[in-house]
């Protein structure tokens, strides 16, 4: 059974960073895609950003030139870096992780929350 586990969110005033950490109970190159979703009060789950086994990295616009993901590998662990923080980012982040290269993949974490306010 796959497990994903999040870490790294709080609490940050606008304009600050965090870095959110998903570590994998399993190697991440075993994924075709591990990516970042993110979940705010009332309105549906959306993807943030995404990661491929090859290494292609993809941003939503609401995020590009603010929001870096990235992977060690050998920590088998995957990374959300977080600048320039609006209030608007304010969500649960989840990491998800799938084989087949459907989006989103079966595998979840249990979220972890970002509030972004003074």
């Known amino acids: 059974q796959a497990q994903l586990v999040e870490s790294g969110g709080g609490l940050v005033q606008p304009g600050g960073s965090l870095r959110l950490s998903c570590a994998a109970s399993r190697s991440i190159l075993y994924y075709s895609n591990i990516g970042w979703y993110r979940q705010a009060l009332g309105k549906q789950r959306e993807l943030v950003a995404l990661i491929t086994r090859g290494g292609v990295t993809n941003h939503v616009d609401s995020v590009k030139g603010r929001f870096t993901i990235s992977r060690d590998n050998a920590r088998n662990t995957v990374y959300l870096q977080m600048n320039s923080l609006k209030p608007e980012d304010t969500a649960v982040y989840y990491c998800?992780?799938?084989?087949?290269?459907?989006?989103?993949?079966?595998?979840w974490g249990q979220g972890t929350q970002v509030t972004v306010s003074s």
């Open positions: 998800n992780a799938g084989v087949s290269g459907t989006l989103p993949g079966p595998y």
